[in-house]
């Protein structure tokens, strides 16, 4: 079955944006891009909400609108072609290769899973990633610590009382600045040998 992974910039407080709805904290230097490139290789589709979608739109005309290095035209090739799915209320129609969503967040991973294709779902957002985590959906956090505290925002992980057991799968540190950190949600298995999802609900 495809895992479904959540992946964001984080400041060591805890946020993905600050309290002003600023993230140019977070802004990846080189290796880190690297890094981001390398990460979107394994993905087969990405989750998004309006906001991350309309910021990553920037993309699709970048090209077009003054010269790229050779780590953005080769994140470009990777990130336009790559399936995504739009959650809105607000939105009609979206550009690229993207589709609006019509169900819940647990109802298109629950399509994304039964049709064929390869690669990991990827979640982008705290909202989503909230929805999906409520729903024991998420199979691994992925997050890369900036240096920095912001005081407030919007947070990476879900502010819930559910308890989630993870396991650490791989760090790695970038210039001695930034901090990767790969966990696993540690499922519980019943008597059948079955996963009980409810009982994983993560943290987003």
Known sequence: MRSVTYSMNVSLDGYIVGPDG????????PDVFRFWIDEIRGVGVHLLGRRLY????????AAQERSLDD??????????PLPKVVFSTKLTEVQGNARLATGTVA????????EPGEGEIAIGGATL???????????????I??????????????????????????????????VYLRHR???????????????????S
């Open 54 to 61: 309309e910021t990553m739109l920037y993309w699709e005309t």
């Open 107 to 114: 109802e298109e991973i629950a399509r994304l899973r039964a």
């Open 129 to 143: 990633a909230t929805e999906a985590a409520a729903a024991g959906l998420i199979d691994e956090y992925r997050a």
């Open 145 to 178: 610590v900036y240096p920095v505290l912001v005081g407030g925002g919007t947070p990476y992980f879900p502010r819930h009382e559910r308890r989630v057991d993870l396991e650490l799968l791989e760090t790695r540190t970038f210039n001695s600045k930034f």
């Open 22 to 29: 600023s993230f140019d904290w977070s802004a990846p230097d």
């Open 71 to 80: 780590a953005e035209l080769e994140w470009v090739a990777l990130w336009n």
């Open 185 to 203: 949600v540690t499922r519980q298995t019943g008597p059948s040998g079955d996963s009980d999802s409810g009982s994983d609900s993560a943290e």
